[in-house]
Structures are given as C-alpha cells and as structure tokens.
C-alpha cells in the first residue's frame, strides 16, 4: 500500500515531470546532507571568540533585547530579582529543568517564588538556558526536551535567558555544528531574534503579538560555569 508520503512525493515529481530517482542520485542526495556543506558565511561572523561575543551583545541590542554581562552563575539570582523589580513584574519564575541551571544559588534571593515546568497561562516570566548563540544576528538557539519545555519560550510575557558565553558562536551553521555534535538533533529548534513582534497592523512595530514582548540575557562570562 502506497504511503501518504509516497504519494505526495510522487505528485510533485509529476509537477515536475521527473521520475523516480536512481539509485546513485538517492546516494549522492544521501552524502550531501550527511556532508552539511556550507554556503556563502558573513565575513562579519568571522571573528575570533570574544569578538564574536561583542558582536553578539551589539547584536541584542539591535533587536530590542536587553543583556546583563555576569562574571558567574553566583550572580545570576541578584541580576534577575533587580530586573524583575525594574519592570515592576512579580518575583516569580517558571525555570526550566535544566541541569545547566542547577548551579544558580537562589537561596541568596528567598523573596523569588520559583517554579519549575511548562509554562501556564498565568506565568509572568520563563528563565531558561539556551544550546547556543549566534552572533551574526544576535540570535538564541533553543532545544525542546525534558529539561526545556518549548512554552517557556513563547507563553510568559517575558523571557529571561542564562547563557553562558562560552556557548556563543560565529554563524548559523556552526550553531547546527553543536547541535549535531551533541547528539540527535531534537524534534524542535527555535532560533529567537529578540522579544516577538509584528508590523501587520498599519505598519507600526507592535511587541509581544505571537510571544514575550521582553527578551533579557544574562550572558555568563566564567567559563565552563
């Protein structure tokens, strides 16, 4: 029995008017995409690392996110109840269960109610990790999983991000080069290019339409923190 992939498949190839591949054009199709050859990269992204984590800071900025340069997790905790207090928003998180974030010392704040989970209607503010940071467009690499529900990213109004500077790179594709080496690429990625936004209604730049209308980094300088 024919699949519905199978059928699809088959009618854009009669759009087309082709047939069926042969077996070497399958092969040759199978060694490209085990290959990941590179198009043309930005010269901008070509940099060395703590230039590329300039880049990514002025970046941020570009994009209407705010960022906090921390020199360790140990700060993390001050960083996010001043910031929180700065926006008038309640001192309460939903985190993610992200072993990366394990280290943070949050007795040092006990006035922060954190919770830890996917993201519901009623919660303000995410704080999570990201894979990765490209610094061409100042952008956050997100992977779904046990440890990173994907709604932390999209549901509260604001979204805290810990990144470690360390995880920053030059381009998109040495992001998918990290992803790739540290095993299965997950079911879901998300590259974040600031707060969400839209201009469909007349023209005027509106934040948070489709997702948090705050973005705010706090990029962790020690390394292997």
């Known amino acids: 029995m024919t699949s519905a992939r199978d059928q699809i498949l088959a009618g854009i190839r009669r759009s087309l008017r082709r047939d069926a591949p042969a077996p070497s054009d399958a092969q040759a199709c199978a060694e490209r995409i085990e290959r990941h050859p ?3 990269i930005p010269a901008r992204a070509q940099l060395p690392h703590p230039e590329q984590v ?23 905790p001050d960083a996010v109840a001043d910031y929180l207090a700065s926006q008038n928003l309640p001192a309460e998180l939903r985190m993610a269960p992200d072993p990366d974030l394990e280290g943070i010392p949050w007795e040092r704040r006990p006035t922060l109610t954190i919770t830890t989970g996917r993201a519901e209607d009623r919660d303000p503010t995410s704080l999570t990790g990201a894979a990765a940071g490209v610094a061409e467009t100042g952008t956050l690499v997100m992977t779904s999983g046990a440890e990173h529900p994907t709604t932390l990213n999209l549901m509260p109004d604001t979204h805290i991000v810990v990144l470690r500077a360390d995880r920053i790179v030059g381009t998109y594709e040495d992001a998918w080069d990290v992803l790739r080496a540290r095993g299965p690429v997950p079911r879901t990625v998300n590259f974040i290019t600031g707060p969400s936004r839209t201009g469909d209604i007349e023209q005027t730049i509106q934040l948070g339409a489709h997702g948090p209308r705050r973005l705010h980094v706090l990029l962790v300088e020690q390394a292997g923190a």
């Open 54 to 76: 300039e880049l990514f800071v002025s970046m941020l900025g570009e994009v209407a996110a705010t960022v906090q340069r921390l020199p360790g997790l140990e700060a993390v």
């Open 38 to 40: 590179r198009n043309l």
